[in-house]
């Protein structure tokens, strides 16, 4: 299957762009940091978004991005939105080295086809272009989320953004050199 990836422009940002993306996550197990040591727990539990915050993405990640420093781009299969990402370009870190990965999501039905991989090396692209040296990522702890990170050579992040560990207490702090 070919897709193109679009950057989404303010006048394809609607409400309800989301209300139909199937972001659920089953997971069986996932990584936590225990002291310092990435380590692999079983855990049952479903991860979803509700209305409210499907909006919430809509409003504070993609309406309006380029107003607010953020990079929103997505892959778009029948008409409907299959994955989306939303880079930071506000500078953090120690020597503002980095640039942050907000968002990146592939709806269930659309995984496994390399949209998350696109959706990730044009974040990368945009980086460089503007002379960033690493992408931090805030990024689930479940194990198949690890693993799409490590394959795509993401480690443990050298710093820690107190904002990041703040909102996502489970999350697993990653960075990518570019």
């Not at 936590?32 to 409003?59: A, G, H, M, P």
Request: glycine fraction near 4%.
């Amino acid at each position: 299957m070919t897709y193109e990836i679009i950057e989404i422009r303010n006048e394809d940002v609607m409400d309800d762009m989301l209300d139909t993306f199937d972001r659920r996550q089953v997971v069986s197990k996932r990584y936590c940091i225990k002291n310092s040591v990435k380590t692999l727990e079983d855990i049952d539990f479903i991860d979803d978004w509700s209305l409210d915050e499907r909006r919430q993405i809509v409003n504070d990640y993609i309406r309006n991005a380029y107003e607010k420093s953020l990079y929103a781009t997505g892959v778009r299969i029948n008409g409907k939105l299959a994955g989306f990402m939303v880079l930071d370009c506000h500078q953090i870190g120690p020597n503002d080295e980095y640039a942050e990965l907000k968002q990146l999501h592939v709806s269930q039905k659309h995984r496994h086809m390399g949209i998350g991989k696109a959706l990730f090396y044009d974040a990368v692209e945009k980086a460089r272009d503007l002379k960033f040296s690493k992408l931090y990522i805030s990024a689930h702890s479940a194990y198949e989320t690890q693993v799409f990170y490590e394959d795509l050579g993401c480690i443990c992040a050298s710093w820690l953004y107190p904002k990041a560990v703040e909102s996502e207490p489970y999350d697993i702090q990653m960075e990518y050199v570019l």
